[in-house]
């Protein structure tokens, strides 16, 4: 029997691949004048880098985020699918 935490955890990798997938959809669609409006895209996150340097190691951190509406609508059907499960 499953647990409530394992249930989570698949929930999170549907939503992800939902993301990924749906973004590139969303960039395959872009080419395609009437599907123009699925890679609508907007993005944000550290636009510069951190660096982090200690002499002995230099540690660069950075994460940005693209939210295209495809990929919104793919994790809208990732949800709806696992729900189905």
Do not use: C, H, R
């Not at 999170?12 to 123009?36: K, P, Q, T, Y």
């Amino acid at each position: 029997m499953a647990t409530k935490e394992k249930n989570i955890w698949i929930l999170l990798i549907f939503i992800l691949s939902g993301l990924v997938v749906g973004g590139l959809l969303g960039e395959l669609a872009s080419n395609i004048d009437w599907l123009w409006w699925l890679s609508y895209s907007q993005s944000f996150g550290l636009e510069n880098p951190i660096v982090l340097d200690l002499s002995v190691v230099k540690i660069t951190f950075a994460l940005m985020f693209k939210i295209s509406i495809s990929s919104i609508i793919g994790m809208i059907l990732a949800i709806f699918i696992y729900k189905k499960m």
